[in-house]
């Protein structure tokens, strides 16, 4: 059959490989241009805007636009000043979002996973689809339906009335949780050892001020969204160790949590590997929700790094800074994911 | 094991699962509610999951307002991006998984690499180009940039590789094109691969958010999320008017949600696609 193939083939010309070749290449234009427009070649860009004092205006290949060298970079990362306070204070507010988000959330999913996972559970398809239909949503309207519940006269606020307490107008609250420990402990004014200025324009007490009660509320918000998605990576995790291996060893008498944490945990260490890595990319880049709810406030202290590319650029006109801000920001990302893939290997 | 017996823990697990359960659709109900209530209403009771007196007031004054204008442009972008996805991916897809030809390994290569790029790092940069390239607020500045994603092709190479080499053999003895196999032969046997490919494009372009933002400023190219983004910052609107607000993204959540529904098995099932950024 072959041979009568490749005969045909030959008698038409250019040959089977030729043909194919050709094809290949047409059937990968559209996606090759696509990508190459809009992926690669706006990096190329941004990093001519990153070192450039394009102001917005025409292009920022015109001849009035110059080669600033690291300039920009330098006046986020180096130069005392408004641009650099800015950079710390997104990066700082970012940190604690990522570093609640990404265990909270991965605690949770697989907490989540495991429960609607028993085979014994009546009603399965329902608690599913329950806990994953928030990640369907856009996160502008969760963020609206969030703004309203999380109102100083919302629905957060009457229950814990009910319950005697006077919540906070969580939106437009800039303290920091560190800090309000603190100040419930009685430190109300920063030691003399955190009060200097230390990093990107902050001072020690300023870093260890913990997420705004502002950005709490975007933390809880990004549990609520990403947690049923993670917990279907999870699930079918689960599902592929099969009934047979966690008999095995409920007949060797293993307790509950045995059978988790020395069984179940190691057999689905790859997809925590995902699931870590995920999420950690994703909380990086914090934006939608940063533009629809707070823009950045109260007291900037929900400002994230990819909002503050945009505003820089958008807003201020200062794009060389915006881009520089894009640019520090995916280094932040390569360089953590590797950290936590060498972390997590290192482990096993 | 012991089916007969009442586990002492199940009462336990349903109260727990149960609770959890409310605690996430409980916003959902919250929102409903509300957008049928008054303004003072709403500020007096925002709990209260039946309004004491039910009014369509937000959304008349929705559908008075730009609102329809928003839903039209969002449909128009979904619509045109979904579909030239599931072409565009499912060609590229294709062509790496199943033609032999010089600089595929290379194209592969480009395509994983591309993936691990954050989508936000490109928001400035993608600007630039589309303004470079004249295509700022307009429909094809908002749409040609995301007719192809990376994570989409990959899922289709995958797919195409599972599906036996021997069913194209026949209709190529038979003398049909490479694109003949492609769409009558191979494209039909990747039905559950194009339906996974049909439900994150629309739901990852429906929910688009930063990309309109940095490619049009013209209110009539204003999509739902851009819109009632700017609906809930203020920015075109005085005072809180939550029923107003809610109303229009109780409204934005309606199309995702059919089509959650509708593919509800396969999403649940297929989770591996799922993935929401």
Same mark, same amino acid.
């Given at each position: 059959?072959?041979?009568?193939?490749?005969?045909?083939?030959?008698?038409?010309?250019?040959?089977?490989?030729?043909?194919?070749?050709?094809?290949?290449?047409?059937?990968?234009?559209?996606?090759?241009?696509?990508?190459?427009?809009?992926?690669?070649?706006?990096?190329?860009?941004?990093?001519?805007?990153?070192?450039?004092?394009?102001?917005?205006?025409?292009?920022?290949?015109?001849?009035?636009?110059?080669?600033?060298?690291?300039?920009?970079?330098?006046?986020?990362?180096?130069?005392?000043?408004?641009?650099?306070?800015?950079?710390?204070?997104?990066?700082?507010?970012?940190?604690?979002?990522?570093?609640?988000?990404?265990?909270?959330?991965?605690?949770?999913?697989?907490?989540?996973?495991?429960?609607?996972?028993?085979?014994?559970?009546?009603?399965?398809?329902?608690?599913?689809?329950?806990?994953?239909?928030?990640?369907?949503?856009?996160?502008?309207?969760?963020?609206?339906?969030?703004?309203?519940?999380?109102?100083?006269?919302?629905?957060?606020?009457?229950?814990?009335?009910?319950?005697?307490?006077?919540?906070?107008?969580?939106?437009?609250?800039?303290?920091?949780?560190?800090?309000?420990?603190?100040?419930?402990?009685?430190?109300?004014?920063?030691?003399?050892?955190?009060?200097?200025?230390?990093?990107?324009?902050?001072?020690?007490?300023?870093?260890?001020?913990?997420?705004?009660?502002?950005?709490?509320?975007?933390?809880?918000?990004?549990?609520?969204?990403?947690?049923?998605?993670?917990?279907?990576?999870?699930?079918?995790?689960?599902?592929?160790?099969?009934?047979?291996?966690?008999?095995?060893?409920?007949?060797?008498?293993?307790?509950?949590?045995?059978?988790?944490?020395?069984?179940?945990?190691?057999?689905?260490?790859?997809?925590?590997?995902?699931?870590?890595?995920?999420?950690?990319?994703?909380?990086?880049?914090?934006?939608?929700?940063?533009?629809?709810?707070?823009?950045?406030?109260?007291?900037?202290?929900?400002?994230?790094?990819?909002?503050?590319?945009?505003?820089?650029?958008?807003?201020?006109?200062?794009?060389?800074?915006?881009?520089?801000?894009?640019?520090?920001?995916?280094?932040?990302?390569?360089?953590?994911?590797?950290?936590?893939?060498?972390?997590?290997?290192?482990?096993? | 094991?012991?089916?007969?017996?009442?586990?002492?823990? %199940?009462? $336990?697990?349903?109260?727990?699962? #149960?609770?959890?359960? +409310? !605690?996430? *659709?409980?916003? /959902? =109900? &919250?929102?409903?509610?509300?957008?049928?209530?008054?303004?003072?209403?709403?500020?007096?009771?925002?709990?209260?999951?039946?309004?004491?007196?039910?009014?369509?007031?937000?959304?008349?004054?929705?559908?008075?307002?730009?609102?329809?204008?928003?839903?039209?442009?969002?449909?128009?972008?979904?619509?045109?991006?979904?579909?030239?996805?599931?072409?565009?991916?499912?060609?590229?897809?294709?062509?790496?998984?199943?033609?032999?030809?010089?600089?595929?390994?290379?194209?592969? %290569?480009? $395509?994983?690499?591309?993936?691990? #790029?954050?989508?936000? +790092? !490109?928001? *400035?940069?993608? /600007? =630039? &180009?589309?303004?470079?390239?004249?295509?700022?607020?307009?429909?094809?500045?908002?749409?040609?940039?995301?007719?192809?994603?990376?994570?989409?092709?990959?899922?289709?190479?995958?797919?195409?590789?599972?599906?036996?080499?021997?069913?194209?053999?026949?209709?190529?003895?038979?003398?049909?094109?490479?694109?003949?196999?492609?769409?009558?032969?191979?494209?039909?046997?990747?039905?559950?691969?194009?339906?996974?490919?049909?439900?994150?494009?629309?739901?990852?372009?429906?929910?688009?958010?930063?990309?309109?933002?940095?490619?049009?400023?013209?209110?009539? !190219?204003?999509?739902?999320?851009?819109? &009632?983004?700017?609906?809930?910052?203020?920015?075109?609107?005085?005072?809180?008017?939550?029923?107003?607000?809610?109303?229009?993204?109780?409204?934005?959540?309606?199309?995702?949600?059919?089509?959650?529904?509708?593919?509800?098995?396969?999403?649940?099932?297929?989770?591996?696609?799922?993935?929401?950024?």
């Amino acid at each position: 059959m072959a041979l009568v193939t490749v005969r045909r083939h030959r008698d038409r010309g250019p040959g089977i490989r030729g043909r194919e070749a050709a094809a290949g290449w047409l059937f990968l234009t559209p996606a090759i241009v696509i990508l190459g427009l809009f992926l690669v070649l706006p990096v190329l860009m941004a990093a001519w805007v990153s070192v450039s004092d394009w102001t917005g205006r025409g292009s920022p290949f015109a001849a009035g636009v110059h080669f600033v060298g690291a300039d920009n970079y330098g006046d986020l990362l180096a130069t005392p000043g408004l641009a650099q306070r800015d950079f710390g204070t997104a990066i700082r507010n970012n940190a604690y979002y990522v570093l609640l988000v990404v265990p909270i959330q991965t605690v949770v999913a697989l907490f989540l996973a495991v429960m609607v996972n028993q085979r014994l559970l009546k009603a399965r398809g329902f608690f599913r689809t329950a806990y994953y239909f928030p990640s369907v949503t856009s996160s502008v309207a969760i963020t609206v339906v969030f703004l309203f519940l999380f109102s100083s006269t919302g629905a957060v606020n009457d229950v814990m009335s009910y319950l005697g307490v006077h919540g906070p107008s969580w939106f437009a609250d800039p303290r920091g949780v560190v800090h309000l420990l603190l100040g419930g402990l009685g430190v109300h004014q920063p030691p003399a050892a955190l009060a200097g200025g230390s990093l990107l324009g902050l001072s020690w007490w300023q870093w260890i001020s913990g997420p705004s009660v502002a950005m709490c509320v975007f933390i809880l918000m990004g549990v609520f969204t990403t947690s049923g998605t993670f917990m279907l990576l999870f699930l079918s995790a689960l599902q592929n160790i099969g009934a047979e291996i966690d008999e095995a060893a409920t007949l060797d008498g293993t307790s509950g949590w045995q059978r988790f944490r020395f069984v179940t945990l190691p057999m689905i260490r790859p997809t925590m590997f995902t699931v870590l890595t995920l999420g950690l990319i994703g909380t990086w880049q914090i934006f939608d929700q940063i533009y629809t709810g707070t823009q950045g406030g109260p007291a900037k202290t929900t400002l994230t790094p990819a909002y503050l590319s945009y505003s820089a650029s958008f807003q201020n006109q200062e794009w060389g800074h915006g881009a520089a801000i894009a640019f520090v920001l995916f280094a932040i990302i390569v360089i953590l994911t590797i950290f936590q893939r060498l972390l997590l290997r290192g482990r096993a | 094991m012991s089916r007969t017996r009442v586990r002492p823990g %199940a009462v $336990v697990t349903y109260a727990v699962l #149960v609770i959890l359960a +409310v !605690l996430y *659709i409980l916003p /959902f =109900l &919250v929102d409903i509610a509300n957008s049928f209530k008054s303004e003072p209403e709403a500020a007096a009771h925002p709990l209260g999951l039946v309004p004491q007196t039910i009014t369509s007031a937000a959304y008349r004054r929705l559908f008075q307002a730009d609102f329809p204008t928003w839903f039209m442009n969002s449909v128009i972008v979904a619509a045109t991006v979904t579909a030239g996805r599931v072409l565009f991916e499912s060609m590229a897809g294709y062509a790496l998984s199943r033609l032999h030809f010089r600089g595929r390994g290379l194209v592969y %290569a480009g $395509v994983v690499g591309v993936m691990a #790029v954050p989508p936000v +790092v !490109l928001l *400035i940069p993608k /600007f =630039l &180009v589309i303004n470079q390239l004249g295509m700022y607020d307009s429909y094809s500045g908002m749409i040609i940039p995301l007719l192809a994603d990376a994570a989409g092709i990959f899922i289709m190479k995958n797919f195409f590789e599972s599906i036996p080499r021997s069913v194209e053999e026949a209709a190529t003895i038979d003398g049909a094109g490479t694109f003949r196999r492609f769409w009558s032969v191979v494209l039909p046997m990747a039905r559950p691969a194009v339906i996974t490919i049909f439900i994150l494009s629309f739901q990852a372009s429906w929910n688009e958010l930063s990309h309109f933002i940095i490619s049009s400023q013209d209110p009539r !190219l204003t999509t739902l999320t851009k819109g &009632v983004a700017q609906l809930a910052s203020g920015e075109l609107s005085a005072g809180t008017q939550y029923p107003i607000k809610l109303a229009a993204a109780l409204i934005m959540t309606i199309p995702v949600t059919v089509l959650f529904f509708i593919f509800q098995r396969r999403i649940m099932n297929a989770s591996a696609g799922a993935v929401k950024e």
